[in-house]
């Protein structure tokens, strides 16, 4: 099964505030009040001015994602920082093999990363997508980790993101279909 994902994280009203006048944001809620932007080459156009560019290297330190991040774009992140933590993160799983990368901006500068892991060796904390969450303080609950934590495993991709945001459906929706569904079985 693939995984594809490209996206903002950040607190649900810093992301709404920032995001309310553009025609290619679209928000897909998350867990503990954060929210996810997925990030499209029409919402970077319309951030930057620019088309995005995408890096044909092998994912490594030098080159941890496949949107290249033009200075434009880093310092929209940058600017929506001033309010609170802002994490750009990708990840792309296909066969069992790919990569996770993230960063984290926050009073107006990087803070953390960029950081990427493609042999996924070290505890589940580590990863960069966890350990950018962490940062961004989302809080330990029953979930195997953050990044399930806030609902992350319930879409596969972009694009399924994006039908989420715009249905305007709850990371807790599936949950709730699933207890449907059993109480129906046992009943």
Known sequence: MSYQLSAVIADAELLREHTADLDHAV???LRQ????????????????????DYSTE???????????????????????????PVAYVEAEFAGGLGYQSA??????ALRWGPRLDTA???PRAEWPINAALVELGVEPGPWID?????????ERNTAGWLAH???RLSVDYWDDLADEWEDRQSG
């Open 27 to 29: 928000l897909g809620e």
């Open 120 to 122: 996924f060796d070290r």
């Open 33 to 52: 009040d954060y929210a996810l932007l997925p990030v499209t080459p029409q919402l970077v156009e319309e951030l930057t001015g620019e088309l995005p």
């Open 146 to 154: 953050a990044f399930a934590e806030l609902g992350l495993h319930l």
């Open 103 to 108: 960063a984290v901006w926050l009073g107006g």
């Open 165 to 167: 945001g715009r249905r």
């Open 58 to 84: 092998v994912r490594d330190d030098r080159h941890p994602f496949h949107l290249v991040l033009s200075p434009a774009l880093t310092e929209t992140l940058a600017r929506w920082s001033h309010r609170g």
